[in-house]
Structures are given as C-alpha cells and as structure tokens.
C-alpha cells in the first residue's frame, strides 16, 4: 500500500509562487507515473502534471505550461510541483496520485490512480 502524503499549499498573492510536495513514506516512486490534480469549488477535477519516474518524461496542462515544473528527489520518495506566476485562477484543492505504470497519460486522465493524497488548499488572491 502506498500511502501519499501532499503538503505545501497557502495562500499567495497573484504572481507568487508556491512549491508543493508529494511524499510516500515506506516506499518509493520506482516506475510509478505520479500526478498533480486539482479541482476548484464547482468544477470537475482536472490533470496539471505528471512524471515518469523511470525516464523522467513530464507532461504539463496546457493552462500551466511555461508557469509549473514537476520535479522528483533522487531518491525517488517525494515529488514536487513549483509553481511560478500564479494566477486566481490556479487556486484550487491539489491533488497527488500515483500509479505503478510506466507512461503518464498525455491527455491528463485521472483514470487508473490508485494512489492519492489527501489534497493541500492553494488559494491565489490579493
């Protein structure tokens, strides 16, 4: 059983940056695809990011590409997501899920994650 644990959330003013981690304890992220969700107040949960453990390929959303970058330790038991530039519109409840599988999916499906956290508030307001 892997167990997540995400943290790093607040609150931020537009343009600020917050870093969040995504960390499993007894185990590690060996070929594991790991994601960031997150879903706002009315809407339907959506896929940020993903990495690839094994090869290290990521895939952004386009609403966060060239603002975001996920990121994993050496070894392989925490995964980060710097995010840069925030705007109100990114704030939401992020989520953490991970899956043993060897490829994200490109199109952001949140189909399949067997593993999640338990989501981290990230507010962007002024």
């Known amino acids: 059983q892997v167990q997540l644990v995400d943290s790093g959330g607040g609150l931020v003013q537009p343009g600020g940056s917050l870093r969040l981690s995504c960390a499993t304890a007894g185990t590690t992220f060996d070929y594991y695809a790991i994601a960031w969700f997150r879903q706002a107040p009315g809407k339907e949960r959506e896929g940020v990011s993903c990495?690839?453990?094994?090869?290290?390929?990521?895939y952004y959303a386009d609403s966060v590409k060239g603002r975001f970058t996920i990121s994993i330790n050496n070894a392989k038991n925490t995964v980060y997501l710097q995010m840069n530039s925030l705007k109100p519109e990114d704030t939401a409840v992020y989520y953490c899920a991970a899956d043993p599988r060897l490829f994200c999916d490109p199109d952001g499906s949140e189909v399949g994650y067997d593993f999640w956290g338990q989501g981290t508030q990230v507010t962007v307001s002024s």
């Open positions: 990495i690839s453990s094994h090869d290290g390929n990521t």
